[in-house]
């Protein structure tokens, strides 16, 4: 099973855009930016901030694998135990999650939630730079890698993965832009909710993920 999904790269790709696009921490700072004072252009600010993020990293993550080609025979056995140890981290993380979960039930939304209404694009955009899980980018850059595509191809490949990587944000935005009246009435629900469970997302997240990087490493390494 393991063998049949690294041999079809945009199953992976697009299995951990989406670990990204639902992301508790995106998903709340969008709910967050569209109840301020200027929520679209706040929403949008944000939303480009996280793709521009996302994008940079992923172009840097690459040029830096480019220019370790030269000692490519012991880079696949560095790559597939830096994937199991970043595995490891996400399996202990999710499990000292899960068992914290409930230890902040029922509390009062956070200080930072009021002082953000008033947020403006300029620093939502900073905002939305660096709320991106940057660790599950590499492996994707080395996905791609692997597959030795053409250079167009490759580029294809991680923008479709930006856009995946981006849902849990743009779908929000666009029912806000499209249909502001009705979604403004949804926004309190899903602030609620995430707030009340956003430890059980994370813990959850971080061991489906946990237990993908370390199979993939073994695969990588058998």
């Known amino acids: 099973m393991i063998a049949s999904t690294s ?14 696009a639902a992301s508790p921490f995106g998903v709340l700072a969008i709910v967050v930016m569209l109840g301020t004072t200027k929520p679209l ?22 040029w830096l694998t480019n220019r370790g080609d ?17 595995g490891v981290i996400f399996l202990v993380s999710g499990a000292i999650t899960w068992r914290r979960r409930h230890d902040k039930s029922g509390g009062a ?13 300029f620093l939502a955009f900073g905002l939305g730079l660096f709320l991106p899980t940057w660790a599950l980018i590499a492996p994707v850059v080395d ?35 499209l249909r502001r009246a009705w979604a403004e009435s949804m926004l309190g629900a899903w602030r609620a909710w995430l707030l009340a469970n956003s430890s059980t997302v ?16 073994v695969a990588s390494l058998l």
Not at 11 to 18: A, E, K, S
Not at 77 to 84: C, K, N, P
Request: net charge positive; proline share 4%; hydrophobic share 55%.
């Open 143 to 177: 996905q791609i890698e692997k597959a030795g595509v053409s250079r167009e191809a490759a580029l294809a490949a991680y923008g479709v993965f930006v856009v995946v990587a981006s849902l849990g944000l743009l779908i929000p935005l666009l029912i806000f832009t």
């Open 202 to 217: 994370i813990a959850t997240l971080l061991l489906i993920l946990g237990t993908l990087f370390v199979a993939r490493s």
């Open 70 to 86: 030269q000692s490519a025979a012991g880079s696949s056995s560095g790559s597939a135990a830096i994937q199991g140890a970043i």
């Open 41 to 62: 252009a706040n929403g949008w600010s944000f939303a480009g901030g996280w793709m521009v993020s996302i994008t940079a990293v992923g172009l840097i993550t690459a």
């Open 109 to 121: 939304p956070p200080k930072w939630m009021k002082k953000a209404e008033h947020i403006s694009p």
């Open 7 to 20: 041999s079809h790269p945009i199953l992976v790709i697009v299995t951990i855009g989406l670990a990204m």
